[in-house]
């Protein structure tokens, strides 16, 4: 027993290096399915103020850039409603139809405007941590989206600010898109690297596009409205088995300066989600 | 001894800020890295207690992880750089040197010092890329990550040692 003491007490450093190295180890390997460990990220109260301000100063000197953006952004929206409205116009004869028809499908969402406090891309897993929380309506798996596209879908939730898993992540980041004005989908995926360059996997092999169409989301997931920009097709490639195409996507959104971005919260997916419930009962308990 | 551990825990704060504020965003050539806060492990004295000296690494680590929403990697890696710097110090002692021997170019001498935060600004960025490349190995880019943000570093940290006093 007295030997062991001394023991402990001559050697205790190793023991320590030990238990320090296993705290680490499991935070790193846990990180992923451990929901408390919002503690140990930008989500924790301290290093989101932190950023928050440092997010301030940095967004003043942008701001310029920005606004250029989503000036030209809404005149380029304004000329397509306007040319849109004038063509149902033409062929119905009816003009305040489109505009009911508006109002009623946005009344179906609920966006809650919400500031970047912290942002990488330079990362093979980025995130983004926005100043919005469980206090603001902000809950885990709503979609987030900005000016210029899609941006991602919050992962994490503490009061006053979430973790966001951008586009640009690679291992978690999966958002069902579609070919716009042919329908066909697939899934938006980024392999690391350039953040401004994203593929498009499981576009099936009779589709038809060219390159230069856009590509938005497809509104199957329910985390996202159907029509969210996502990109421009760059190029066609074959996938690797042969059976479908990859798309590689220009993404619309610029990632390097991103500073505000709505979250999209959908009033109907517990309707959705009730129902898909029912489904896989009823299947269930369907005699055999 | 408080003010010893108050100015140590200034030098914790700025380094942990200057980290995740300013060295985190700058990627030079696509494979350096500026990680800073190593030099607080450089730092630790002679004879300073091997519990603080493990404690203050591990919670600098934990301390930048949060910034990156990478919890454990640099805590990892700067919990054993913090186990390692004794035995290096011990090594690069000077002959009749004072119990508690500052870490410095202007005791050890200066290519002692370099030597010495070469070493172990190296392991921690072993350790680091190597858990960072985890499940994805990419031995070129592993490789060019280590000794561009080693040399980085190390330049870094002997720019600041010639202001210290």
Known sequence: MKNLLAFITKYYHWLMLLLLETASGVMLFQYNSYQGSVWFTTANAVVGKVYEWDAAVRSFFLLTRVNEELTLRNFYLERQVSQLRRFYGDMTRDTTVLERQELEFLSQ??????????????????????????????????????????VGVVYLTSAHYAV??????????????????????????????????AYVEDIPRHARFKRGDWVETSGYSSIFPSGILVGKIEKIYNSTDGLSYRLKVRLSTDFACLRDVTVISDKTIGEQLRLLEQVKDSITMAPK | MAIDTLRRALVFVVLCLVQALVFNHIHLFGCATILLYVYFVVMLPRNYPRWAGLLWSFALGLSVD????????????????????????????????????????????FTKFLTMAFILVFIHCLVFFTIESFGFFNWQQWSLNIVGTTLLTVLLIMTLESFRK
């Not at chain 1, 970047?116 to 980025?126: A, C, F, H, P, Q």
């Not at chain 1, 966001?164 to 329908?183: D, E, K, Q």
């Open chain 2, 66 to 109: 949060m910034f990156t929403n990478t919890p454990g990697m640099a805590a990892a890696a700067l919990t054993l750089t913090g186990f390692l710097q004794p035995y290096l110090l011990q090594l690069f002692l000077p002959r009749e040197a004072p119990e508690n021997l500052k870490s410095a170019a202007s005791s050890l001498g």
């Open chain 1, 164 to 197: 966001v898993i951008p586009v640009l992540n690679v291992t978690s980041s999966r958002i069902s898109c579609a070919i716009r004005g042919r329908g066909y989908f697939g899934y938006l995926q980024w392999y690391g690297g350039d953040p401004s360059v």
């Open chain 1, 109 to 150: 969402y609920k966006l809650i405007p919400a500031k970047v406090v912290s942002n990488t891309i330079n990362k093979r897993d980025n995130f983004i941590t926005i100043d919005r929380g469980e206090a603001d309506g902000v809950e885990r798996d709503m979609g987030v989206a900005c000016g210029n596209g899609v």
